[in-house]
C-alpha cells in the first residue's frame, strides 16, 4: 500500500524579540562578505516565556545580490532557570534600494522584504524537551536595534 505524505500545517507557537548591538563588518572574506551582529538582549512569549541572554551573534553573509544568509545563534533562560540553545537560519531579501534602507537602519514595512527562517531549539530542560521535536519557521521583521519574529511549529 502507497501512503502520502501528511500536508503540513503551521501552529502559532512563540514570539521573539531579538535586541542587537552594533554590527562588525568584516568585510570580504573567503566564505563572502561577512557581517557579526551581536546579541544583547530580549525576550521570548507566548508558547515559550524565556529571556534572551546576551552574547550569542548573528553571523550574517551579504551576497553579490544584497540578500543577507542568516545564521543567528543565542541563548535564552525561562523563569525556572531553564537553559535553551536556539539557531535560526534563514535568508533576507529584496528591492535592491530596501535591502539598502534596512542596513542602514530605517524602518522599512515588513511587506516590502522578504525575511523568513527556521529555528531549531536544544535544552536539557525535561519540561520543554518537546521544543526539540518540532521544526518551527518564522516571519521576521528587521528594525534599528532588534529583530522580532513570530514562530510557528510545522506540523
Known amino acids: 500500500m502507497t501512503h502520502a505524505p501528511t ?21 570580504r572574506t573567503r566564505a563572502g562578505h561577512r557581517r557579526i551582529i551581536p546579541i544583547v538582549g530580549g525576550a521570548v512569549s507566548g508558547g515559550l516565556d524565556a529571556e534572551i541572554l546576551a552574547g ?10 544584497g540578500a543577507i544568509e542568516v545564521d543567528g545563534r543565542y541563548s535564552a533562560r525561562t523563569p525556572e532557570g531553564e ?13 535592491v534600494d530596501v535591502l539598502a534602507a534596512l542596513l542602514a537602519g530605517d524602518d522599512v514595512a515588513p511587506d516590502r522584504y522578504y525575511f523568513r527562517t527556521v529555528i531549531t531549539i536544544e535544552t536539557d530542560a525535561a519540561a520543554l524537551a518537546h521544543f526539540e521535536h518540532a521544526v518551527f519557521v518564522a516571519s521576521c521583521i528587521r528594525d534599528a536595534d532588534a529583530v522580532r519574529y513570530s514562530a510557528y511549529r510545522v506540523t
Do not use: M, N
Not at 83 to 95: A, C, E, K, N, S
Open 83 to 95: 537553559l535553551l540553545y536556539l539557531q535560526v537560519r534563514g535568508i533576507r531579501t529584496g528591492p
Open 7 to 27: 500536508v503540513p500545517t503551521l501552529e502559532p507557537a512563540f514570539d521573539v524579540v531579538v535586541d542587537l548591538g552594533p554590527p562588525a563588518d568584516h568585510g
Open 56 to 65: 550569542g551573534a548573528d553571523w550574517q553573509l551579504v551576497r553579490d545580490d
